[in-house]
């Protein structure tokens, strides 16, 4: 049980190349998200998918998509990367808990665009 | 304003102390208060969570205490260890979405 995989854990990208993150995870969880760590700044919510075949915006939407292909799989995709999307992504699964979902974090990608 | 201040930034703290991690919001719809713990290299885990509902949540050494009136929650770490040393998120839900907003993180060190 691996929990929340994400490829790659490192990449360097020139300004305007693009790429994209993968994620999948194996708890059989409906809901997924992807967040950006910036010093000082906390998580934000880039996209979420409340189950397959939905997405919806967060905070900080601008300059990426995603892709819900599956139950198990959430991509990122950076179409034309600025130095701005330098930071480390983070994709989370979650499951319905007390209260709330409970977020399950994979072990992020740091991303450097030049 | 949907904002969680969070304080202090940095904590430095003795092996046996106690530490204390600060967090304020304005936003009442607000539904559900989770601590997050983040090593290095690592991504953030759950580590113990409080309704509004409830004034105080104990889990071993970890200890929410809530206070609705004043829209403030604090982490408490008692006997704590140098394995404590991580970062340090608090987030709150907002309810009727799949929202989180986390605050800014504190970075704990404990020193043996």
């Known amino acids: 049980n691996a929990g929340v995989t994400q490829t790659p854990k490192f990449q360097v990208l020139k300004t305007g190349q693009s790429m994209t993150l993968q994620c999948a995870q194996d708890?059989?969880?409906?809901?997924m998200y992807w967040y950006r760590q910036d010093p000082g700044m906390g998580l934000r919510l880039i996209y979420y998918?409340?189950?397959?075949?939905?997405?919806d915006k967060g905070e900080v939407p601008n300059g990426y998509n995603v892709s819900r292909l599956n139950k198990r799989e959430f991509s990122l995709r950076l179409e034309s990367a600025a130095p701005s999307q330098t930071s480390v992504y983070f994709c989370?699964?979650?499951?319905?808990?007390?209260?709330?979902?409970?977020?399950?974090f994979g072990s992020g990608t740091q991303l450097s665009v030049l | 304003q949907q904002q969680v201040k969070q304080s202090p930034q940095s904590l430095i703290v003795q092996k046996g102390g106690i530490s204390i991690i600060n967090c304020a919001y304005e936003?009442?719809?607000?539904?559900?208060f989770p601590w997050y713990q983040q090593f290095p290299g690592k991504g953030p885990a759950l580590l113990i969570a409080?309704?509004?509902?409830?004034s105080e949540k104990k889990e071993g050494r970890f200890t929410i205490s809530f206070n609705k009136s004043a829209k403030q929650f604090s982490l408490h770490i008692m006997d704590s260890q140098p394995g404590d040393s991580a970062t340090y998120f608090c987030?709150?839900?907002?309810?009727?979405?799949?929202?989180?907003?986390f605050g800014t993180g504190t970075r704990l060190k404990v020193l043996a």
């Open positions: 409080i309704r509004p509902d409830v």
């Open positions: 987030a709150a839900h907002i309810s009727g979405t799949y929202k989180y907003i």
């Open positions: 998918s409340a189950s397959e075949g939905t997405t």
């Open positions: 989370a699964s979650s499951e319905p808990g007390e209260g709330s979902e409970k977020l399950f």
């Open positions: 936003n009442t719809a607000f539904d559900y």
């Open positions: 708890m059989n969880h409906n809901s």
